[in-house]
């Protein structure tokens, strides 16, 4: 298994990358979704492997099954955000805290299981 050091860099140049992609207008939402996506990075490098506790991924060992619906979840999100914000950009401010939440979220899970005993 890989160190955590090379794991949490890698979660540092894809939130960079993706931060500096979206220079422009709507930045505080596009940060956001960078952090969505980093953090769901580092969650699902970090699970890789370990048994899995979450009922709606799945029982058994972390593997491509869970990692795809890991992704289809956040990306749904997302998705149902931008749909949304289409017809209501005054509401820009509220996704990007709840993408902050769920980037919260992951990345609280992803230094969970970074601190494991047995990782």
């Known amino acids: 298994m890989r160190d955590r050091s090379y ?3 890698r979660f540092a140049i894809i939130f960079l990358i993706c931060s500096t992609a979206w220079c422009g207008p709507h930045r505080l939402f596009r940060a956001s979704l960078a952090a969505v996506a980093s953090a769901t990075t580092a969650d ?20 491509t099954r869970q990692a795809g619906i890991c992704v289809g979840i956040s990306s749904g ?25 769920l980037a919260a979220a992951h990345a609280a899970v992803a230094t969970r299981n970074y601190r494991l005993p047995d990782r």
């Open 7 to 9: 794991l949490m860099k």
């Open 77 to 101: 999100v997302v998705l149902a955000e931008w749909l949304f914000m289409r017809h209501h950009t005054d509401r820009e401010r509220a996704a990007a805290f709840a993408n902050f939440g």
């Open 44 to 63: 699902i490098s970090s699970s890789v492997g370990m048994r899995e506790l979450n009922p709606i991924l799945g029982r058994g060992a972390f593997g």
